[in-house]
């Protein structure tokens, strides 16, 4: 019975420190210019001169 109760306060515990940690990093991110994911990918720059031509694309094809 305590080997079973060991386990169980080990699985929770693990899920507890899991859920703190991505919680911690969703409020604190590394940098301000990053996005919510905090990965650092793609989405945290954002490329100016490929948005504007693919805008013009997009209006020069209606």
Do not use: H, N, T
């Not at 305590?2 to 306060?9: E, F, R």
């Amino acid at each position: 019975m305590l080997v079973q109760q060991l386990i169980i306060l080990a699985l929770f515990l693990g899920a507890a420190f899991y859920i703190g940690r991505r919680l911690w990093q969703s409020f604190f991110a590394k940098s301000e210019g990053a996005c919510p994911k905090g990965c650092g990918g793609a989405c945290s720059a954002i490329d100016v001169d490929a948005l504007q031509r693919s805008i013009e694309k997009a209006q020069r094809a209606r």
